[in-house]
């Protein structure tokens, strides 16, 4: 019987590495900024993105078209959502109901501009449940965390290329 847990592709330890450098110091600084700044720098999508951007960089997810507006889609949606709920006084009451219209919308906003990227969907739900319902959230935290882990994604990239001895990496 073959083992499930075979991985699919065969990573060398200088790939393996790079990726497990890369995630730490991109989650590790947005949780360092959240927990010193008492203000929100990290949205746990970004848990789903570091996976995508680090270990699974040639994923069509995780094309950097996709994660930039996969995330400024959806967190718009989310915002807008959470926004209205709060002005109308009934966040509390018919939150469940904008959380579904945020994921769907986020969802069905990625399909038309060919920008799927998964964690997108978990940051459209998590403004709505956060009550972030203020256009400073859509740059702090989340346009600020995605530019930090592109940033660090595009120096992984690099690094793979020059370490791990495949061009293709």
């Known amino acids: 019987m073959e083992n499930p ?13 790079i990726t497990a450098v890369a995630a730490f110091a991109a989650l590790a600084f947005l949780a360092y900024l959240d927990q010193t700044l008492s203000n929100p720098y990290l949205v746990a999508s970004f848990g789903a993105t570091a996976v995508l951007i680090y270990g699974a960089p040639k994923a069509p997810f995780s094309k950097p078209k996709n994660v930039f507006f996969g995330h400024l889609f959806s967190a718009i949606i989310g915002i807008s959502v959470a926004f209205v709920l709060i002005q109308t006084g009934n966040f509390d009451d ?30 459209a739900i998590t403004c709505v449940m956060s009550g972030f319902g203020s256009i400073e959230y859509l740059f ?10 592109m940033a660090i994604a595009y120096c992984a990239n690099f690094a793979r290329k020059r370490f791990s001895g495949n061009e293709d990496a």
């Open 140 to 149: 702090v935290p989340v346009m600020l965390g995605v530019a930090v882990m």
């Open 5 to 17: 847990f075979r991985p699919s592709e065969k990573y060398c330890t200088a790939t393996i590495v």
């Open 94 to 123: 018919w939150k469940w109901a904008g959380i579904g219209i945020a994921g769907c919308a986020a969802i069905v906003v990625m399909m038309l501009t060919g920008t799927i990227h998964p964690p997108g969907g978990a940051t």
